[in-house]
């Protein structure tokens, strides 16, 4: 895992993975989508976040094409970021990652809760598939891996380590539990896999061509973390998926979908879903479990918890 520099051609799910896989930048969406901020002052007002940090992450998602830089209407050099529709398209992410924050972690309850307007119903969606409008569970959709883009994945360009980035930690930003599972490309790819049914040790490895030292130290986090479990089955070690750790099911999902969008000139690179229900590929949507309709961004609302009120600080 020592690539960075080589001139691998870039895996859109790599790019995903680093962009997304980062606290600050999920905060940053939040903040945007929740209460519509636009302003440098107001994320710094908001996160807490160090100056040059936000300038980063700001600068990364006008470069992926999620925000747009606008001069303010009479700000003198000053600059609004607004959402783009790539930007807009983040939200189905967003609200899986926030359902399964207030279901699966402590830090949960500071997150958003999403509000169908159309009916009122709040509370986490559902999972289902666009093309069929079956409700998905992760035993209903098939991982299909393609080896060689998965290495592709691990070794392509150069990464950002967010595991050693520093700290910003003002209680309404924690997403440190779900970047256990997303943060890295390693943690994604191995939480993925696990997701489409790998178990053992040797089949995680010979999958990514990752070092064993690596994947021990993956592996053990994510149990730590109780995303998997360590039984011995058969004589051998198997690691499994524990119901915390399928609940991840949908974020993957919509990462994946959300990549197709972001690279609609890439060349199919990377792991694809099926939904062997339907015999399509999984087009992943959320529906709202109080009228069982499909959810559009613009039928949602997000709230802030507690409703309406500031965090404290
Ligand atoms: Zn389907
Ligand atoms: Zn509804």
Redesign the pocket.
Known sequence: MTESGTTAPQSPVAQTIDLLGDRLTLAILREAFVDHARRFSQWIDRTGAPPAMLTARLTALVEAGLMERRPQQNGGDRHDYLLTELGMATWEILASVWAWQREWSPEGLVQPELVHIDCGHRGPPALM?G??G?AVGTRDAQLELDRASLVLVARSGRRRSTRNAPSVSRVDLQFTEVMEAIGDRWSAMVTGLALSGVRRFGEFQSILSISPTTLTERLGRLSEMQILTRSERGGGREYVLTPRGRGLFPIFAFLLSWTELAHPDALPLGPRLR?P??G?W?LPALRCRGCEVAMERTSVRFEPFPFGTRLPR
């Open positions: 598939c093309h069929c079956r939904h229900d339907c399509s999984l």
